[in-house]
């Protein structure tokens, strides 16, 4: 059954995973497809400062955290975004898969949280450094899947996009939309990598599970949003904030959503009512 389309003017509703299979992406309430080549901004080189009605779906410096690799990684940030290119995805390589169900040999490292001495495991993806587990720092505005501190522990913490924007530790960063995509396109392109990302466990909607070939491990953590006054989807989905705003709209975000198909699904949240997980990028 596909998602329907859903107004704008539904303003308390997650507005996420997108139906259109095409090589473009359909943001959802807009009805304005855009490809790669659009001028959308890259958190590499500018910061921002400041999901659906769907189917049953620290701080680290270099000395502080520990990597498992003896090789030399240089930041995500490096990865520049050329303005005169036609297709600047284009040169972003394809990265072969780390693991399998027989062996991993992925490069991981640790992130420990100066704040509140979470540590997280950390994982390479091409020159992109990743937190392979969700954020579960403690906001002022984070929350806990219908407020059990269990679903915390599995799933990390939802946040609102404010808290979002400033949450991640020193260090590391929330991604853009364009670094969410390089991370695809490592994987084998924006709209094949999808299950290549999703854990292997924990999905309960047909076909979701994934391969987890990168160690990046997407879990099904559901999201809240105000129009339902409730927490939806766990097992089912995964939302993420991005940095970048809708642009036609203050009080909309892009957010990425993993569900049970293969392509980036990139929708809008907003800003106020909806709360989502935040995964974060090592400057």
Same mark, same amino acid.
């Given at each position: ?15 996420? @995973? ?8 359909? /943001? ?12 959308? =901004?890259?958190?590499?080189? =500018? ?50 898969? @780390?693991?399998?169900? $027989?062996?991993?040999? @992925? ?12 540590? $997280?495991?950390? /994982? ?29 522990? /599995?799933?990390?913490?939802?946040y609102p996009w404010a808290d979002a ?24 392109? /924006? ?47 995964? $939302? ?12 909309? =975000?892009?957010?990425? @959503? ?26």
């Amino acid at each position: 059954m596909k998602i329907p389309y859903i107004s704008l003017l539904a303003a308390s509703l997650i507005i996420a @995973c997108s139906d259109d299979d095409s090589d473009t992406f359909l /943001v959802r309430g807009d009805d304005r497809s855009y490809t790669d080549d659009e001028d959308d =901004v890259s958190s590499s080189s =500018v910061r921002s400062s400041s999901s659906s009605e769907r189917r049953g779906s620290s701080s680290s410096e270099e000395s502080s955290s520990s990597v498992q690799s003896s090789s030399s990684f240089s930041s995500s940030s490096s990865i520049a975004r050329s303005s005169s290119s036609s297709n600047w995805l284009d040169t972003i390589p394809y990265i072969a898969p @780390c693991r399998d169900d $027989y062996e991993d040999n @992925c490069k991981y490292g640790t992130l420990v949280d100066e704040r509140d001495g979470q540590e $997280y495991k950390t /994982v390479y993806i091409g020159e992109q450094i990743w937190m392979a587990e969700n954020l579960k720092y403690v906001s002022e505005n984070s929350e806990c899947y219908d407020d059990s501190l269990k679903n915390c522990d /599995v799933y990390g913490r939802l946040y609102p996009w404010a808290d979002a924007i400033e949450v991640c530790p020193s260090g590391w960063h929330l991604p853009s939309l364009d670094e969410w995509k390089i991370l695809f396109t490592y994987a084998g392109g /924006v709209d094949v990598s999808a299950s290549k990302l999703r854990s292997s466990y924990d999905w309960e909607c047909y076909n979701c599970e994934g391969t987890d070939d990168y160690g990046f491990s997407v879990l099904p953590a559901g999201g809240y949003r105000t129009m339902y006054n409730g927490f939806r989807y766990l097992h089912y989905d995964g $939302y993420f904030w991005t940095s970048t705003e809708f642009g036609y709209n203050d009080e909309q =975000v892009y957010n990425m @959503c993993f569900d049970d198909r293969e392509m980036l699904i990139d929708g809008s949240g907003l800003k106020f009512d909806n709360t989502f997980s935040v995964r974060c990028l090592k400057n």
